[in-house]
């Protein structure tokens, strides 16, 4: 992708920020434009593509919970909107559970996301200048990436879960619908509280392509996304792209892989993924350099789908050091 410049928009006079723009490529023989929405750029080759059928994130209003509530109910199962309440309701519950009121019943613990959050809390020790996430989704990671770096960018397909967690690593209040049954709601509020964080930027974009400049990231994340996307090897190619020399990997992945998501020829192999991720990093096959693994554990990762159920996942952590 090319460098792109802002053509339309104008700075937000308390924050500086874009809140509605429209970027385009500075090269004469693209010219190709992105559209800014709600301060968040999108960036993909393909928008059509990448937005799909969630233009409705793209353009929705602010509603109430009781409003939303309303429109999920209406159906079906399937519909974008219902869809994107449901997807909310799991991951900011999981993410944020520590910071929401009421607390959030069925199987699952409060904070699901409580564990690898840990791991990322215990790199502050070590500060970077560039983090990045790629699938930062409602953004409770990129909120601990930013706590050891100058800069955090997160990166994530949804522009839904961008939305909200722009909000809430502003350090403002969000109310969501918490899931009971089928396409039922309750209203719940997260209350990030010192979660603020000023050195974070958010992109909608792709991160089997993404449109960051390779090897400009000190410390580069993936949660939870490696069985998530349909290139895995595509995906930990742009891990590595985008890591500099001397910089540290962090990854978790339950490898709970599915065949209408990730292809079969793309998939790590054998009954033992943790191993050959470990085997492909350390011998640096098909990668820009070799990696030395720094730490890795099993952790538990709990998602609540409504108030009886939840899932539950063994997920591998792993984290290295790209060699020069």
């Given at each position: ?71 999920a109910e ?68 990129l909120a ?90 595509g995906l ?89």
């Amino acid at each position: 992708m090319h460098t792109v410049a802002l053509v339309v928009g104008v700075p937000d006079a308390q924050t500086g920020e874009i809140e509605e723009g429209v970027l385009a490529c500075v090269n004469p023989a693209c010219g190709k434009r992105y559209p800014i929405v709600a301060g968040i750029p999108i960036l993909a080759r393909d928008l059509a593509a990448l937005l799909g059928n969630q233009m409705v994130a793209v353009v929705e209003s602010d509603l109430s919970q009781p409003v939303a509530a309303v429109l999920a109910e209406a159906g079906p199962d399937g519909a974008t909107y219902p869809r994107l309440m449901e997807t909310l309701s799991i991951y900011l519950d999981a993410q944020w559970g520590d910071r929401v009121e009421p607390a959030s019943d069925g199987p699952a613990p409060q904070f699901g996301f409580a564990a690898i959050a840990g791991r990322i809390t215990a790199r502050s020790e070590a500060p970077v200048g560039r983090a990045l996430e790629l699938g930062c989704s409602v953004g409770r990671g990129l909120a601990e990436l930013a706590r050891s770096s100058d800069l955090a960018v997160g990166l994530d397909t949804n522009f839904g879960a961008l939305r909200r967690a722009r909000r809430l690593l502003a350090g403002k209040q969000l109310t969501y619908g918490r899931r009971t049954a089928g396409r039922h709601y309750r209203v719940a509020t997260i209350r990030p509280g010192d979660r603020a964080a000023s050195n974070v930027a958010l992109v909608c974009g792709d991160a089997l392509d993404p449109p960051l400049t390779p090897g400009s990231f000190a410390r580069v994340a993936a949660f939870n996304l490696l069985d998530a996307v349909s290139h895995p090897r595509g995906l930990l190619s742009a891990l590595d792209g985008l890591c500099e020399p001397g910089g540290e990997l962090m990854m978790t992945s339950p490898y709970s892989w599915e065949s209408h998501v990730s292809h079969e020829d793309e998939r790590l192999p054998g009954s033992d993924p943790a191993a050959a991720l470990r085997k492909l990093l350390e011998s640096g096959e098909g990668l820009e350099a070799p990696y030395a693994l720094q730490d890795e554990a099993t952790l538990r990762w709990w998602l609540r789908r409504d108030t009886r159920s939840a899932v539950v996942y063994d997920t591998h952590y792993l984290r290295a050091q790209k060699r020069f």
